[in-house]
């Protein structure tokens, strides 16, 4: 928004924004638009894109950065309610998409470093302790790996994590989006390490295959979003793009 764009946020409560000051401008200008509604409700979804499109001018970027409150189990480590939380909202956003568009708009979708079997080998040995209790938002954000995976029509040969199982991904998920893989042309996945609170360093690493990656704080990898990716798009699209420190 600094740069003059203008953003719709999707909220459940609109009313996030309503102490943060540095929002509170772009918000009072119309430059921020807040439009009430939960991604798991495929109308609600609609009902944004819709808003999205009110203008008259395309929509050039959507990102997706969903993601629940994780709870601690003692059977299952970190669970969130629902398990497929992220990975219903990506199913509801490709379906409201149209397809048929001249120009599709560029997606940014968070998943996870380590979700896949190829990431995973990437973290730190004394890491992979912590990673084994988020096992179960990582079967979601691995659901939203698959789901784009196919989508954007990466070759199947370098999927190695078979199908995620029914209760994050269900059968016949690839109808609703039109049953042609491919179609997606325009996609940058991004994947942070650990997330945490902390101030923005503007100070990371981000790369495909990066190794040894331990926290990233969600204020840098906004910072990556904002800064590199959609600045340069035709560096990082089409990746699946790994940041932390």
């Given at each position: 928004m600094k740069a003059g764009n203008t953003v719709i946020f999707q909220l459940r409560n609109i009313s996030a924004f309503d102490e943060d000051a540095e929002m509170r401008p772009f918000v009072k200008s119309g430059q921020a638009k807040l439009v009430k509604g939960d991604a798991l409700v495929e109308e609600d979804v609609r009902t944004a894109w819709i808003e999205a499109n009110a203008d008259g001018i395309p929509v050039g970027t959507v990102l997706l950065?969903?993601?629940?409150?994780?709870?601690?189990?003692?059977?299952?480590?970190f669970v969130i309610n629902p398990p497929n939380l992220c990975t219903t909202s990506l199913l509801n956003l490709l379906s409201v998409i149209p397809h048929d568009l001249p120009t599709q708009p560029n997606i940014v979708a968070v998943t996870s470093n380590g979700v896949t079997a190829d990431s995973h080998k990437s973290i730190p040995c004394l890491a992979k302790g912590f990673y084994a209790l988020?096992?179960?938002?990582?079967?979601?954000?691995?659901?939203m790996e698959r789901v784009i995976h196919w989508s954007?029509?990466?070759s199947e040969d370098s999927w190695k994590d078979g199908d995620p199982e029914a209760h994050i991904l269900p059968q016949g998920w690839e109808a609703r989006l039109g049953g042609r893989a491919g179609w997606l042309k325009s996609i940058v996945v991004v994947r942070p390490a650990i997330l945490t609170d902390g101030e923005e360093?503007?100070?990371?690493?981000a790369g495909e295959d990066l190794s040894g990656l331990w926290t990233v704080s969600r204020r840098d990898v906004a910072h990556f979003i904002s800064n590199d990716v959609m600045r340069n798009w035709s560096k990082w699209e089409g990746k699946a793009v790994s940041v932390g420190y």
């Open positions: 950065s969903v993601g629940g409150t994780p709870k601690f189990t003692l059977s299952k480590g988020i096992s179960v938002p990582h079967a979601d954000k691995l659901g954007a029509g990466w360093a503007a100070k990371y690493k």
